[in-house]
């Protein structure tokens, strides 16, 4: 008797280390740089706004964050991506103004627990332009709750100066001083067009707490980002400057989406990035 309850209790014992070693996540993250809307000629928005929902379609990323889209581009990807929910506000005045940093999260998979947009500037809390930044420049954030295990995770999206060194470098300080109030430990996905490459010094305090999934990635993919409308722009090593960074995960695969044809010539001036991970 004593060694069928002995058993017992070990199997039981085995069981909950099994059960709570296979409580883990696959995630797909995507960066995308949508291009505002207006201007561009024969890449205008409405050109190529369908290929971008046929992207997302393909794709079926858990999250994705996009940058410089303005009110009507939010609102386009809002009504024909019913499946995902959404957070965001325009960088000018906080509510509907200028680029949205927005961050949307599948319905069915993810439950949002919390999130809210600062400013990369000196008053954070407040629309504003920081140090030599050319424009106000915004981050979204998220905590996040995986509804398949309740694991929780932070997700923040941004887009850095393009001209401003300094508001390059003190935006990413201020990132990384936020990811650490808002998760001081556990899993945080970042994505951005950050306007700069990985090897610039701006990304060392990034790079002490977060791990490159372009470096870290088994699956990998060094192919430029930042295509102009150019595709050959694709084999442009200063033209890789979009990124996603993480903490607390394990990264499978990193690709740079330019090799298909959702619909139209270019679905903007940047490649979507995207990350495959578990945590």
């Not at 609102?75 to 103004?97: F, H, M, S, T, W």
Request: aromatic share 10%.
């Amino acid at each position: 008797m004593k060694k069928l309850i002995l058993f017992l209790a070990c199997a039981v014992a085995a069981f909950g280390a099994t059960s709570c070693a296979e409580k883990t996540n696959d995630i797909k993250v995507i960066s995308y740089n949508v291009r505002f809307s207006g201007g561009d000629g024969e890449n205008h928005w409405d050109k190529r706004k369908h290929a971008s929902i046929n992207m997302i379609n393909d794709e079926k990323p858990t999250v994705f964050g996009v940058q410089e889209a303005k009110a009507d581009q939010i609102a386009y990807l809002k009504e024909n991506l019913p499946q995902y929910g959404y957070i965001g506000v325009g960088r000018e005045d906080g509510k509907d103004g200028g680029e949205h940093m927005s961050i949307f999260y599948l319905k069915d998979e993810v439950e949002l627990l919390d999130g809210g947009t600062f400013w990369l500037s000196e008053t954070p809390e407040e629309p504003s332009m920081g140090w030599d930044a050319a424009c106000k420049r915004t981050c979204t954030w998220t905590k996040l709750k995986m509804k398949s295990t309740g694991k929780e995770f932070v997700y923040m999206n941004t887009h850095l100066d393009h001209v401003g060194i300094e508001a390059r470098k003190q935006g990413l300080a201020l990132i990384v001083e936020r990811a650490n109030e808002i998760v001081p430990e556990g899993t945080v996905f970042l994505t951005a067009d950050f306007n700069a490459l990985t090897t610039n010094p701006i990304f060392d305090d990034l790079k002490s707490v977060m791990k490159d999934a372009r470096e870290e990635a088994p699956v990998t993919d060094r192919r430029g980002t930042y295509n102009g409308w150019n595709k050959e722009n694709v084999n442009n090593p200063d033209c890789v400057i979009d990124h996603i960074f993480y903490r607390a995960a394990e990264a499978h695969s990193f690709r740079v989406l330019c090799d298909k044809n959702y619909g139209a010539p270019y679905i903007s001036d940047h490649y979507p990035v995207v990350m495959e991970a578990t945590f």
